[in-house]
């Protein structure tokens, strides 16, 4: 079975600066999807990116990026110049790549806070 | 157009009480998902309906809980009777179609369930 580990339960940044997200996952599936969900305070869950496995070429959306390292099972979210409106739980997820309307599954998540 | 509505936003009930959570997909969504995250733990698929039929409930915890999706519209997810470690955030998903590429997944704002 698939599993996704998020090892930092909280995180903080400073305003403008740099901050990067660690998520690893276990799988014995060659494609698959990867993702990065955002839930901010009392707020709905967004999409902030997401990752083809058979794409070698790592994902980017404006400030979020991600590091794609299959052989490692690593998928760590960066997120550049930060904002004060980035503070929200950041959730991993995996979908395989055979089932298309299949299940995520998730992360424990990482608390981002964002220092003024 | 409106997005996933969840309610009650907060539910507050005793050990051995019935609750009844309700989802209301986005209009024409066929596919519904319902996820719950204990306290600081990952989030956990629960269920997922295509139109009213029950495509993949593997993840329902017991015969506690039942879900139901009559008419493919919106969705309740009953707990009863409620125990402690139920208590959690409770989300529901939909999508237009089960290829996400095409048709991502939108989340609701989540249902806080807490038993005393």
């Known amino acids: 079975a698939q599993t996704v580990t998020q090892s930092q339960p909280e995180m903080s940044v400073q305003e403008a600066e740099t901050v990067t997200l660690s998520c690893t996952y276990d799988t014995s599936e060659s494609d698959y999807y990867l993702f990065w969900y955002k839930q901010p305070p009392s707020r709905q869950m967004i999409l902030v990116i997401r990752?083809?496995?058979?794409?070698?070429q790592n994902a980017t959306e404006n400030r979020f990026s991600v590091n794609f390292q299959k052989a490692a099972k690593s998928f760590s979210l960066k997120i550049s110049d930060s904002q004060l409106g980035d503070a929200a739980m950041y959730f991993c997820a995996y979908r395989t790549f055979y089932n298309q309307g299949g299940k995520l599954i998730f992360g424990q998540g990482t608390e981002l806070s964002v220092k003024p | 157009e409106a997005g996933v509505t969840q309610f009650p936003s907060h539910s507050v009930i005793e050990k051995g009480q019935t609750v009844t959570l309700r989802c209301d997909p986005i209009s024409g969504h066929d596919n519904l998902y319902w996820y719950r995250r204990v306290m600081g733990k990952e989030i956990k698929f629960l269920l997922h309906f295509v139109k009213e039929s029950k495509q993949d409930e593997s993840g329902m915890p017991n015969n506690r809980f039942l879900a139901e999706r009559t008419g493919g519209t919106y969705s309740t997810l009953k707990v009863q009777p409620a125990e402690l470690e139920d208590s959690g955030v409770y989300f529901c998903?939909?999508?237009?179609?089960?290829?996400?590429?095409?048709?991502?997944?939108?989340f609701g704002n989540g249902t806080r369930l807490t038993v005393t």
């Open positions: 998903a939909s999508s237009q179609d089960r290829d996400y590429r095409n048709s991502p997944l939108h």
């Open positions: 990752q083809e496995a058979y794409k070698q």
